[in-house]
């Protein structure tokens, strides 16, 4: 498998709670509701020049969509969705 153009694969990383900058617990409702995530990129295509495999990265939830393969549930997204790497 692998990625094509500016078309990143992205393993989720499943967080069940989180906290936030100033201690508050949120609840895995409440991380789920914002509109970025994170995950970490399992392939890049051959046109993305700054994200590379490995990387932890945090995109517009709204901008990605699922696949199955082989099994597998991946996020695909576009290198412009991305907002931050980590």
Do not use: P
């Amino acid at each position: 498998m692998r990625a094509v153009g500016k078309y990143i694969i992205l393993v989720d990383i499943s967080r069940k709670e989180s906290v936030s900058a100033t201690g508050l617990l949120l609840s895995g409702d409440d991380v789920s509701a914002m509109r970025y995530t994170n995950a970490k990129v399992h392939r890049v295509g051959d046109q993305v020049t700054v994200i590379k495999e490995g990387d932890e990265v945090y995109y517009d939830k709204s901008s990605s969509f699922k696949m199955m393969i082989e099994g597998e549930q991946y996020t695909i997204i576009s290198e412009r969705d991305v907002v931050m790497v980590t």
